[in-house]
């Protein structure tokens, strides 16, 4: 039986995009399984949190995100369009967001159509990488999409009918990754422990291996 881990991620999150080739390295070399369950940012969840941080909360952030993926060796910028809507002036997060919900449901269906790694790789890389200005305009996204062995328009069409139902299921992720030890993402949950952020991800496998994870 495979050693399971429950991946609670945001599109919204660039130490989210830092983590995903390496939970597909993860599959591909051991003997595990990445259970990708997609959460909406904290921004939407708790639009009060940037609010109410200390200026330095986000400017370190900036800094060290850049900083981490220059280590990985992956490029990142902020993305442009943000996923999330923000007024800077004010750090406060409009009600109305018109990417992230969507996002966010289309990442519940990859995952429900065991294609959820590689939609986030697709998808992460398109948004964060800074190849593209305007991710969301022209095809883009389909073809992020399509890299994953999807065809976006047939995943819309369900997200768009079927939102009530995966809107429930990103609320119980919501709620079971608070339950797994923490309110952030990326977290990965192993055997009832979390490893919260991707600097976590070597700690992780270490523990796996512990656990008697072995390699493909």
């Not at 130490?15 to 390496?22: D, E, I, K």
């Not at 940012?41 to 220059?70: G, H, K, T």
């Not at 990859?110 to 998808?123: F, M, P, S």
């Not at 055997?191 to 070597?202: A, H, S």
Request: charged share 25%; aromatic share 12%; proline share 6%.
């Amino acid at each position: 039986m495979s050693h399971v881990v429950d991946l609670y991620w945001s599109f919204r999150s660039p130490y989210s995009y830092l983590v995903v080739p390496r939970l597909l390295e993860l599959e591909r070399d051991f003997d595990a399984h990445v259970n990708v369950r997609p959460v909406l940012p904290i921004a939407v969840r708790q639009p009060e949190f940037f609010a109410n941080s200390d200026p330095l909360w986000f400017s370190y952030l900036m800094r060290d995100c850049v900083r981490s993926a220059e280590f990985a060796g992956l490029p990142l910028r902020w993305p442009r369009p943000d996923p999330v809507v923000m007024d800077f002036a004010t750090r406060t997060y409009p009600k109305d967001q018109p990417h992230i919900h969507r996002l966010t449901r289309l990442g519940v269906l990859a995952a429900e159509q065991g294609k959820g790694l590689a939609v986030l790789r697709a998808v992460s890389h398109l948004i964060w990488s800074g190849e593209v200005d305007g991710w969301h305009e022209g095809d883009h996204l389909a073809q992020a999409f399509a890299k994953a062995g999807c065809d976006l328009a047939e995943m819309d069409a369900v997200q768009m009918a079927e939102a009530e139902r995966l809107d429930a299921a990103i609320k119980q992720n919501e709620a079971d990754q608070r339950e797994g030890g923490h309110y952030g993402v990326p977290l990965m949950v192993y055997d009832g422990e979390p490893f919260f952020g991707q600097d976590r991800y070597d700690q992780l496998v270490w523990r796996m291996r512990q656990k008697g994870m072995a390699g493909r």
